[in-house]
T-cell receptor, first 113, second 116 residues
Framework: GDSVTQMEGPVTLSEEAFLTINCTYT??????LFWYVQYPGEGLQLLLK?????DKGSNKGFEATYRKETTSFHLEKGSVQVSDSAVYFC????????????FGTGTRLKVLA | KAGVTQTPRYLIKTRGQQVTLSCSPI?????VSWYQQTPGQGLQFLFE???????NKGNFPGRFSGRQFSNSRSEMNVSTLELGDSALYLC???????????????FGPGTRLTVL
């Protein structure tokens, strides 16, 4: 069945460091791919999305490119801030006719000043 | 536009009791999905409703049920609570169509359920 695999956390970085959180997926058809962020005590917020191969989603300095050939959607940011400390979830929504989201296990990011 | 709201935000129950959680989607959204989030299992899909019909279901026991009303508001019910049901229950709404922007989900803040 469909699945999402994320790198295990926690990831601890110094402020202004480069961030990569790996995400790979398995899906039939052509899923849409998402990154969500969850701050302490809150629900999930959509960070960015990509709906077809080679699309690049971007928001707040974060980027991820939909790579169909490697079935990946890695999250990157050039310079992290303390305020980026949160849990990041990679997710997919399978193609037409399926309305279920599959989430990865989440990666906790801690940024130190 | 108001976001997804969930009530109550916190709930404490004892084993064997039942509980009902409520979710009000974003205006115009017809799909509501429910998720259970625990430290050990992560985010697990419970079910999804669209136009008052359950359209998709995860792998949870029959103690977990839901419904959706004509105004798209949804309720989730858990009967005969177990200690392992302690979790953050998240509701998400979307337009509900097929593909692309239609299945982009917007999450509420969640209801934190503690079972003693």
């Amino acid at each position: 069945g469909d699945s999402v695999t994320q790198m295990e956390g926690p990831v601890t970085l110094s402020e202004e460091a480069f961030l990569t959180i790996n995400c790979t997926y398995t899906a039939t058809g052509y899923p849409s791919l998402f990154w969500y962020v969850q701050y302490p005590g809150e629900g999930l917020q959509l960070l960015l999305k990509a709906t077809k191969a080679d699309d690049k989603g971007s928001n707040k300095g974060f980027e991820a490119t939909y790579r169909k050939e490697t079935t990946s959607f890695h999250l990157e940011k050039g310079s992290v801030q303390v305020s980026d400390s949160a849990v990041y979830f990679c997710a997919l929504s399978a193609g037409s006719g399926t309305y279920k989201y599959i989430f990865g296990t989440g990666t906790r990011l801690k940024v130190l000043a | 536009k108001a976001g997804v709201t969930q009530t109550p935000r916190y709930l404490i129950k004892t084993r064997g009791q039942q509980v009902t959680l409520s979710c009000s989607p974003i205006s115009g959204h017809r799909s509501v999905s429910w998720y259970q989030q625990t430290p050990g299992q992560g985010l697990q899909f419970l079910f999804e409703y669209f136009s008052e019909t359950q359209r998709n279901k995860g792998n949870f026991p029959g103690r977990f049920s839901g419904r959706q009303f004509s105004n798209s508001r949804s309720e989730m019910n858990v009967s005969t609570l177990e200690l392992g049901d302690s979790a953050l229950y998240l509701c998400a709404s979307s337009l509900g169509g097929s593909g692309g922007v239609y299945n982009e989900q917007f999450f509420g803040p969640g209801t934190r359920l503690t079972v003693l």
